[in-house]
């Protein structure tokens, strides 16, 4: 019998207890969107929980970029400083690093009126459900252009409305979430997607005051 040493083999020996503990680490699809909804608040806030991971520290380091403070306190505990006026322009190397930052548009726009967010990873419009943003930003009042791999965002006040999505997008469903909080009037969120972050990042807004 000839024997493959580069294969990889794992023996489950079964019918034993299962008995012990686990930590288990805080979701990284949960914890970035709830960083960038930061961007929507004033104030101080302290986010437990938060995995060390490399996503978690482009979304920091894209959050001090837009003038708002962000640092581990611990291994695991993100402090949050909103104090100043967030700049409405992110950098187009953190964005085109992680497709998860362009989740900054949202609310930059509902903070700001204005958004200037390179496109991911360099991807095309229709590609991935990013169009469903754009879709979700236009029913609420915005004005969107795109041109030279920026996608520009503007309104005078954000309008609440009623949203269908072609898809159940995660990241649209929750760009749309964040940016509405600060919409006036009801949004109606339709096809949203339903994974565990949509309700924590519900939860987090929620929290923060709104009515979700």
């Not at 953190?94 to 949202?106: E, H, K």
């Amino acid at each position: 019998m000839s024997v493959n040493h580069n294969e990889v083999r794992v023996l489950i020996e079964g019918g034993k207890p299962l008995k012990g503990q686990v930590k288990t680490s805080g979701a990284k699809n949960a914890a970035l969107p709830i960083l960038a909804a930061c961007i929507l608040l004033d104030g101080h806030y302290e986010i437990s929980n938060v995995p060390p991971l490399s996503d978690i520290q482009i979304m920091i380091r894209m959050l001090k970029s837009l003038n708002v403070r962000a640092e581990y306190h611990d291994p695991e505990t993100v402090k949050i400083w909103n104090t100043k006026h967030i700049r409405p322009i992110a950098p187009y190397d953190l964005v085109t690093s992680m497709r998860a930052s362009f989740f900054v548009a949202g609310p930059i726009l509902a903070k700001t009126g204005y958004a200037k967010v390179p496109l991911p990873g360099g991807c095309a419009i229709g590609s991935r459900p990013l169009d469903l943003h754009l879709k979700g930003f236009k029913a609420l009042g915005a004005d969107v252009n795109i041109q030279h791999g920026f996608v520009e965002l503007k309104v005078n006040k954000l309008t609440g409305n009623r949203i269908y999505l072609d898809f159940p997008s995660v990241g649209a469903t929750e760009n749309i979430m964040m940016a509405a909080c600060l919409a006036e009037g009801v949004t109606l969120l339709e096809n949203a997607a339903k994974e565990p972050e949509i309700e924590d990042l519900g939860n987090f807004l929620n929290a923060s005051g709104a009515d979700i």
